[in-house]
């Protein structure tokens, strides 16, 4: 199972395209026709729904399995922790966040997971990197998921794609954190401090 999170603004739905474009490409790696996503989805939405963000989770296979709408809740994040991302792979968005997930670690819920792959920064475990350095603006080519804020930023050239070492974070002035509910304008914004090495062992 796959699923498509959408943000809906306002009652109108953003970058439905993108979202339709990573269904097809999903469907074409794994054999399978992409479902149409409805068109009517601002239709849909609960009147009291109509205002603020919203929400929009598809999970789909081969078929629609599943459209729902709930209120989007921000998270505050204050602390990076860096882990190692192993063998970890998420190319594709799954239902399953399971192999995303380190129980062993306890967190506060202001703080988040870093994954680093033989000392590179991927992502966070539910956003992509952007880092500043002045005005330029960088994120790794070792992501996990290619999210569609991630691709839509490379393609109108707003960021370009490096490779960013751990080692590097204190020459970047700031960490973005985006997804599709989180555009660049809205990123949750982090000094590069807030990264910290508590659970990751730098390799020899």
């Given amino acids: 199972m796959f699923i498509e999170t959408i943000r809906i603004q306002d009652g109108h739905v953003c970058h439905l395209s993108d979202h339709t474009d990573r269904m097809r490409r999903t469907a074409d790696h794994f054999g399978f026709t992409a479902p149409t996503l409805p068109q009517d989805l601002e239709a849909r939405l609960p009147t009291d729904l109509r205002t603020g963000t919203v929400r929009c989770r598809v999970l789909y296979d081969h078929t629609l399995r599943e459209v729902t709408f709930t209120p989007y809740r921000r998270r505050h994040i ?4 860096a882990v190692d991302a192993g ?3 998420y190319a594709f968005k799954y239902a399953d966040r399971a192999p995303l997930a380190r129980p062993q670690i306890s967190l506060a819920e202001t703080d988040e ?3 680093i792959r033989d000392g590179y920064l991927t992502d966070t475990s539910y956003t992509n990197l952007v880092l500043r350095r002045g005005r330029e603006l960088v994120t790794p080519d070792t ?4 999210g569609t804020c991630r691709r839509r930023l490379l393609r109108e050239g707003v960021v370009h794609m490096e490779p960013v070492r751990l080692h590097d974070l204190p020459t970047y002035d700031e960490l973005l954190l ?3 509910m989180m555009p660049l304008r809205e990123a949750i914004r982090l000094p590069t401090t807030a990264v910290h090495l508590d659970f990751y062992t730098f390799a020899p």
């Fill in 113 to 115: 997971l870093l994954f």
């Fill in 178 to 180: 985006i997804n599709a």
């Fill in 78 to 81: 204050e602390r990076l922790f």
């Fill in 143 to 146: 992501f996990l998921l290619d």
């Fill in 87 to 89: 063998t970890t792979t």
